[in-house]
């Protein structure tokens, strides 16, 4: 017989045979456990470095065990699947349980179907379960499969023994010792393995290693970036710009030198402190000192990471790099599963990755391998969570700070919490005792976690310094579009107005756009995100050079972009939002001292839809307005008043939401985990804009991550369905507009189509 094929002859590449993938697959997977572990710390009572280790080795050896099936290697061979075609996963599960190698048959089953629920093994003579894992929820429930793996398993083993030597399996010591974050990082090194050297055989994943981290040179590269940016003139600054330069310095200052120690710090710094640079000049002397791998800012929209990658990579590349491997952006959904989309998986491997809150978190809770194939990255990295108040839900932070808190005491990660508006969440005896598993009614056993602060020294004089720079005011009456158009109009330009859906902002930037006495821009994502960019820039442009213009934007304008306008409107949403919008006006505190930034609320909401899932964020930022806690008269405490909002918007729903996945992931339900851990709850799609672009994917021509990113918007799968948008390939990871579609790159984006449908009908549902 032939040797046998681990992959079949396709796209232009050969055959690749059983033994060369398998050994690649286990040098490659044991190699990135390696470095991992490099940086963990276990507990007294749990699994060692090297029972990790060699769980990995052991799965990587037999992952594919079973496609030595003769069915199976039929198909590699004609490249068409076979009648006798097997589930090739279970043969490798089945010989692993049969010699107490548990967890690493977990892994195999898990390498292409994800992660399963794991059960504990119910002994016969017991009616409590023990301490081993249940090895029937690994094995594929497939009658063929089943049938196969029993017949020519001992079969398989020889064929096996002939590549690789003797078959033997340690049992493993440690039964059910790995934690749910210790599961999916030791898959994530099997599966990188195995999708990276399958991408790599075919010519869709060049082999290169990345480049050296060099932070120190970098902090040196940085601390010449900021002493060079421009300042204000003393003589003729105003008090507020005087003492706004005084606060950048100071927290650069602060960031630059403070103690590396701390695994957990926080930022509240206010807008215009320069938080970005200041953060990052406090990351990159944590990961000089500490000898950590990566650095990682993860930020709630992609806009925003356009933003800070323009200034990290003109402040920390060095003479010769190419900035985009040293800064690496990882937007939306860059994920893909098949084998001819999976290139366009964005890793975690450069030095510097800039990602979103929904990249991040949703893989930190992923039972799935495209997901999951990043995250042997995170041990040994730095995190800073900028705008950390909007990067979750409520009912979503129990479960994801159990994570980050064991990453820094096991993983040695480094996290640090930024926002203008940081409420303390972590000393909420409702949220510590959920994060321990138990019912908010009970008092917690363990003390809150100690967070400490970057810039606690200039919290008073910032709160000052934020009440003169801008006030919020209320409108308790809803106003219909044509009211709030005549407000607008009413007050000081440039203005920026700021709703809930993407329908909403559309549809309100139509109508002012088309009674023409206002200038009127969009921004939303119902733009690509190389659309988006262009838009910025003429923001940036007009905000320099004209007033009498009105802004029609989403929430992704609320955090960390440089804008400063002289009014802002915002649809009622979370006590955050509105904080968060307030810097956008008169950021920089050079517009005077009667910049306002109006709480307003809809009354046509078929026209302009809200996003029902506000409804208590609106009712607490309704009830601060009423009883003083927020408004116009005095400065206040931005950090209490989002703390005390967030613990109106914590009902019972949602601590009973949040205490169902900590239980959840104590269970090892990890496919629930999985699906309830949702940033954004209702599944989106990548859909594709740009012809050319669209054309090239066809003929499977190789499409760089970032392209098809930066020319690709997210869109409800129900829409797609609803609308007849088509996959541009088979495997339905990706769509595109068709032909037909009216996209508007200057205006609208896709919803210029929806707008012209809703003169005819606005059918039920909303964009966000």
């Not at 892994?107 to 894992?133: I, K, M, W």
């Amino acid at each position: 017989m032939s040797e046998p094929l681990a992959h079949s002859a396709r796209q232009g590449a050969p055959a690749q045979t059983y033994r060369d993938h398998v050994s690649n697959v286990v040098s490659g997977a044991v190699a990135r456990c390696e470095r991992m572990l490099q940086h963990y710390a276990p507990t007294p009572t749990g699994i060692d470095a090297q029972a990790m280790l060699e769980i990995t080795r052991t799965a990587a050896r037999f992952h594919d065990l079973g496609k030595l099936d003769r069915g199976f290697q039929k198909t590699l061979e004609t490249n068409h699947k076979s009648e006798e075609h097997i589930r090739h996963e279970d043969a490798g599960v089945a010989w692993l349980l049969a010699n107490g190698a548990d967890e690493a048959a977990g892994l195999v089953s898990a390498h292409h179907q994800g992660l399963v629920r794991y059960l504990l093994e119910v002994a016969e003579d017991r009616p409590v379960a023990t301490g081993r894992l249940e090895g029937a929820t690994f094995r594929i429930n497939d009658e063929r499969t089943a049938m196969a793996t029993a017949a020519s398993l001992k079969s398989y083993l020889m064929d096996h023994e002939d590549n690789f030597g003797p078959r033997t399996v340690e049992r493993e010591q440690h039964q059910n010792k790995l934690t749910g974050l210790s599961r999916r990082l030791l898959l994530s090194c099997l599966v990188d393995a195995d999708h990276s050297d399958t991408a790599t055989h075919y010519g869709n994943e060049p082999a290169v290693l990345p480049p050296p981290p060099r932070w120190g040179e970098r902090l040196a590269k940085l601390d010449g970036y900021v002493a060079k940016l421009p300042r204000v003139n003393p003589k003729k600054a105003t008090t507020q710009e005087s003492e706004r330069q005084r606060i950048r310095d100071e927290l650069y200052r602060l960031c630059r030198t403070a103690d590396p120690t701390p695994r957990l710090r926080s930022c509240d710094a206010v807008v215009g402190s320069g938080k970005t640079t200041a953060l990052m000049a406090h990351l990159l002397n944590v990961a000089n000192i500490r000898n950590l791998r990566h650095i990682i800012v993860v930020l709630p929209y992609t806009n925003i990471i356009r933003q800070s990658v323009e200034v990290y990579r003109k402040a920390l590349c060095l003479e010769g790099e190419n900035p985009e491997e040293i800064v690496a952006e990882h937007h939306h959904q860059a994920d893909f599963k098949s084998l001819d989309t999976r290139y366009l998986t964005t890793l975690w491997q450069a030095p510097i990755i800039i990602t979103t809150a929904v990249q991040f978190f949703e893989t930190l809770a992923s039972n799935n391998t495209s997901r999951l194939r990043k995250l042997h990255e995170l041990p040994g990295a730095v995190v800073c969570l900028d705008e950390a108040h909007a990067a979750l839900p409520a009912s979503l932070w129990p479960v994801c700070w159990n994570w980050l808190t064991q990453w820094t005491r096991r993983w040695d990660g480094h996290l640090v919490l930024a926002s203008g508006s940081l409420p303390a969440f972590w000393t909420l005896e409702d949220f510590c005792s959920i994060c321990e598993g138990q019912s908010s009614a009970k008092a917690p056993q363990r003390r809150a976690a100690t967070i400490e602060p970057l810039s606690s020294s200039l919290t008073a004089q910032a709160e000052e310094a934020e009440h003169n720079r801008v006030k919020f005011i209320t409108e308790p009456r809803a106003m219909s579009a044509d009211e709030l158009i005549k407000r607008i109009a009413k007050s000081a330009g440039p203005r920026l107005v700021v709703v809930n859906t993407v329908q909403s902002a559309a549809m309100l930037a139509a109508q002012i756009r088309q009674q023409g006495e206002m200038q009127v821009l969009h921004l939303s994502t119902a733009l690509a995100p190389s659309h988006r960019a262009i838009i910025i820039e003429r923001i940036k442009a007009l905000l320099k050079h004209q007033s009498d213009w009105v802004l029609i934007a989403t929430s992704l304008v609320e955090a960390g972009m440089d804008f400063s306008f002289a009014s802002g409107f915002r649809q009622r949403a979370s006590t955050a939002s509105l904080i968060q919008l307030g810097g956008r006006v008169n950021r920089s505190a050079n517009r005077g001292g009667d910049c306002t930034v109006l709480d307003f609320d809809f009354t046509d909401a078929k026209t302009l839809p809200d996003n029902p899932n506000l409804k208590p964020s609106k009712e607490a930022l309704e009830h601060l307005f009423a009883t003083g806690r927020i408004g116009p008269d005095k400065p206040c405490d931005l950090g209490d008043i989002c703390l005390a909002a967030m613990k109106a918007e914590f009902r019972p729903d949602a601590q009973q939401t949040a205490l169902d996945l900590v239980g959840a992931e104590s269970e090892r339900n990890y496919p629930k985990v999985s699906q309830d851990c949702r940033v954004i709850q209702t599944e989106t799609r990548t859909v594709v804009v740009d012809p050319d672009i669209i054309a090239r994917l066809k003929r499977y021509e190789r499409v760089s991550s970032l392209e098809v990113v930066r020319h690709s918007v997210q869109m409800f799968n129900a829409k797609i369905e609803k609308l007849g948008i088509s996959p541009v390939t088979s495997d339905a990871d990706l769509f595109y507009l068709p032909e037909s579609w009216s996209y508007d790159s200057d205006f609208l984006g896709y919803m210029d189509e929806i707008v012209k449908l809703s003169k005819a009908a606005i059918p039920d549902g909303f964009f966000i």
